[in-house]
């Protein structure tokens, strides 16, 4: 196993996400122990010590299940980590409660790494609320020793980050993101690291294989990598692809069977990033695989939208939807831009596109997002 440092910690190279553990009768929120428990035993044989839940996680279940596993280790021989679900806004005014009750679920003392959770465009104003005080509650926690690091976990666009930065980032040790080749482009990843980097906050890693839409190309591109890296497997392009991003400490995989936790640690054994050709084969593959409306934000279309609609947001969110089919976080991503501010909030007047210095025909294109949303 590839261990990282962190404020004098060795922290193993491939932590092990706990959204995605076995279940039972395909309900979620049954988790299996046995066959987690076994999982985990074996991912503490081999050396992975970080252990990533959260409150939301298979509905609810999450932490108590990893306490429960993890309680016959020596509490000094891992790392847990939780986080504060402030993606619920309702949550906003417990910050207490929920941290006490996570404590009680886990069994734990203390949490190594705690987290506010799923920063984002939605829940940014609640986070940053000083009423709330949030933030004071978990300093206070981290003063007494029952938070060993604080930092958060980001969804939100790069401007979302950056506010959340400038308002809490002298106190933040480390940023959780959504990285993998091909939101490097696609969701502007690389963009974020980038801005974690000016604020010296290492980078952990989560959905580095997409949800597992990674792990399974086109034969056609399949060849192509085999041919570069013939003993190398497809899902390990994608840790292979981190390798090369210096700030990235931790990276996070939600493991479902014992065969992906094997594959994964035999990937962490050893550094193996890839040369200069075959990381642009891969983002080659990856502009491929997203190819989409060629909008490029210059937002002369806003200035002329009579519904002040926020066009090359859409589009991004538009071309995502084009990829992924959907998703949380394009419904999430849509939610926080208002009622009247949907794709469907379009008058089809073309205003917009008589100014579009790319000649995009941008009333189809939103009309063809509304009628995608409803399906």
Not at 181 to 186: G, K, P, T, V, Y
Not at 198 to 225: F, H, Q
Not at 314 to 336: E, P
Request: a negative charge; aromatic letters at 12%.
């Amino acid at each position: 196993m590839i261990y990282k440092d962190f404020k004098g910690k060795k922290l193993s190279a491939l932590g092990f996400g706990c959204m995605r553990f076995p279940t039972i009768e395909d309900d979620g929120s049954k988790i299996d122990e046995a066959s987690t428990g076994e999982m985990i035993d074996y991912a503490i044989k081999n050396g992975i010590n970080y252990f990533d839940t959260a409150w939301g996680y298979h509905g609810g279940n999450s932490e108590i299940v990893v306490g429960k596993l993890l309680s016959k280790y020596p509490r000094d021989s891992y790392y847990l980590a939780t986080k504060f679900p402030g993606y619920d806004l309702a949550n906003m005014n417990k910050a207490e409660e929920i941290f006490e009750r996570q404590l009680e679920k886990t069994g734990a003392d203390y949490f190594d790494f705690y987290l506010f959770h799923n920063v984002c465009e939605r829940n940014i104003d609640g986070f940053l609320n000083p009423e709330y005080k949030i933030l004071d509650y978990l300093l206070e926690q981290k003063k007494n020793g029952r938070i060993r690091h604080l930092g958060f976990s980001a969804h939100g666009v790069y401007e979302t980050m950056k506010r959340f930065l400038d308002a809490y980032g002298e106190h933040l040790e480390f940023c959780q993101i959504q990285l993998n080749w091909i939101d490097w482009e696609l969701q502007g990843a690389k963009q974020k690291v980038e801005l974690l980097k000016e604020y010296n906050i290492p980078v952990w890693v989560m959905e580095p294989l997409r949800g597992g839409k990674l792990a399974e190309i086109s034969p056609e591109d399949t060849a192509e990598l085999i041919a570069m890296r013939p003993d190398e497997k497809i899902p390990a392009w994608a840790f292979r692809f981190i390798e090369n991003i210096p700030e990235v400490t931790m990276v996070l995989s939600g493991m479902s069977t014992m065969e992906q936790l094997k594959e994964n640690i035999a990937t962490f054994s050893s550094a193996k990033p890839l040369n200069e050709k075959e990381n642009e084969k891969l983002l080659s593959i990856a502009r491929k695989m997203t190819t989409g409306v060629p909008c490029t934000a210059c937002s002369y279309c806003t200035e002329y939208c009579p519904q002040g609609l926020n066009i090359p947001r859409l589009i991004s969110l538009y071309n995502q939807h084009k990829f992924s089919g959907g998703g949380f976080l394009i419904s999430m991503a849509l939610d926080a831009m208002g009622e009247d501010k949907q794709p469907s909030s379009c008058i089809g007047c073309k205003s917009c596109e008589a100014v579009c210095p790319q000649g995009i025909k941008i009333s189809e294109v939103l009309s063809d997002f509304s009628e995608r949303l409803k399906s």
